[in-house]
């Protein structure tokens, strides 16, 4: 990040996620490029990033939201009003009528779900797909993360897909890649052509899930354009994107206070912050979050292992090393905190939850949310 958005930053009370205006406009300008020069269409996964409040910016560059389920659903239909997607693994009784008012394409993981709800999205004009699993894993280490993992709930396989009825199936989803580049993307069409290849010549339109890494510097776009525009014009085919990450990938800040120094072997700075409660990829992922002006432990003069106030003792965020001591008060400023944090939080432990902050671009920074205690008490009985 730049010194001057830091000095912005110091005077914020913390904790506090910001998320950087300027920034999420960079990454949008490139996914806007993405689907003028493919013709595909971009949504927004809200999963990775709900920040309503930047939708009314979000929705000038791309074309809409994904949603896994009713309450996503309702805010892309609320905050955002352009295409609006949805897939989850199963749809409730209670739900599906509410969730296909505010969605245009329905996309179901199973041949029972289908039949279940078939009828009810055609009646109401709306559009159908299945995700499929082309079961091929792209990924390593990251089990959680490969929805091509042995057992995976997530997709139809090809065994399961060849028995259904696809009356009223319009396209296919595939969601298979997590942080990736658009090498692992050609790979995965290829298994999804060799797989599914004579099922997408009677489909309008085909999801290829999210986890593109669009935004990345050293993500390969002229290779993802390929790849969008074989498809659509070998199956005559709408193409959609629906990355999360990459509409706010390094476009965020979480911004904490130093509250205590302690030592047990070596330094430890207490923060006012929480891998669990703010940041929780960081343990389960798990990942070191950059963090502002800091080094590798031992890279720099101080090195300090920081943790949180809360009582787990695995609370850690990692050991990290500075040019000059720490002391109570100093603030400190982990990087790429839009995506998967915000979304993620929660109050164990009686933390409370970060207040959320726009960093405009003329260098204001506004506290567009404030939580206190109500938050955290309006969740328990
Ligand atoms: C998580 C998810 C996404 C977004 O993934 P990113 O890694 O944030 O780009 C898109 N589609 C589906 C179905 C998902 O589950």
């Not at 300027?22 to 689907?35: A, D, T």
């Not at 002229?222 to 659509?232: E, F, Q």
């Not at 800091?294 to 990290?320: H, P």
Request: net charge negative.
């Amino acid at each position: 990040m730049e010194k001057s958005v830091y000095e912005k930053l110091s005077g914020v009370k913390t904790p506090v996620y910001v998320i950087d205006e300027k920034r999420i406009k960079e990454n949008l300008e490139i996914l806007k490029s993405v689907e003028e020069q493919s013709g595909a269409k971009i949504l927004l996964a809200q999963k990775a990033f709900s920040a309503f409040y930047v939708y009314p910016l979000i929705k000038e560059y791309i074309s809409g939201t994904a949603c896994s389920g009713l309450y996503e659903a309702r805010l892309g239909y609320e905050c955002m009003g352009r295409e609006n997607h949805v897939f989850s693994a199963a749809y409730r009784d209670d739900e599906i009528d509410e969730i296909i008012s505010y969605c245009g394409h329905i996309i179901f993981n199973s041949g029972c779900q289908l039949e279940r709800f078939r009828d009810k999205v055609l009646k109401a004009g709306k559009k159908i797909g299945l995700r499929i699993n082309p079961e091929c894993s792209t990924q390593e280490g990251h089990e959680i993360y490969d929805p091509c993992s042995p057992k995976s709930r997530l997709g139809i396989t090809l065994k399961a897909f060849e028995k259904i009825d696809l009356a009223g199936v319009s396209g296919l989803h595939f969601h298979t890649l997590c942080e990736q580049n658009s090498d692992d993307l050609a790979k995965t069409l290829d298994a999804v052509e060799e797989k599914f290849g004579k099922y997408l010549y009677d489909m309008e339109w085909i999801n290829f899930g999210g986890g593109h890494h669009i935004t990345r510097s050293d993500y390969d776009i002229p290779l993802l354009l390929d790849c969008i525009k074989r498809i659509r014009e070998k199956y005559n085919v709408e193409v959609f994107l629906e990355p999360g990450e990459a509409v706010a990938l390094n476009a965020g800040y979480l911004v904490t206070s130093v509250l205590d120094i302690t030592e047990n072997d070596m330094p430890i700075a207490i923060l006012d912050t929480s891998a669990a409660c703010h940041m929780p990829d960081v343990l389960e992922m798990p990942y070191r979050p950059p963090l502002y002006l800091s080094g590798e432990k031992g890279e720099k003069a101080f090195s300090y292992r920081l943790g949180s106030q809360t009582c787990l003792a695995g609370d850690v965020i990692g050991e990290y090393s500075f040019d000059n001591a720490l002391s109570v008060g100093d603030k400190l400023c982990f990087e790429d905190m839009a995506i998967y944090s915000i979304v993620k939080n929660n109050t164990f432990n009686g933390m409370p939850l970060p207040d959320i902050a726009i960093l405009h671009e003329n260098g204001e920074c506004e506290v567009i949310k404030r939580f206190g205690y109500n938050d955290f008490k309006e969740r328990l009985s």
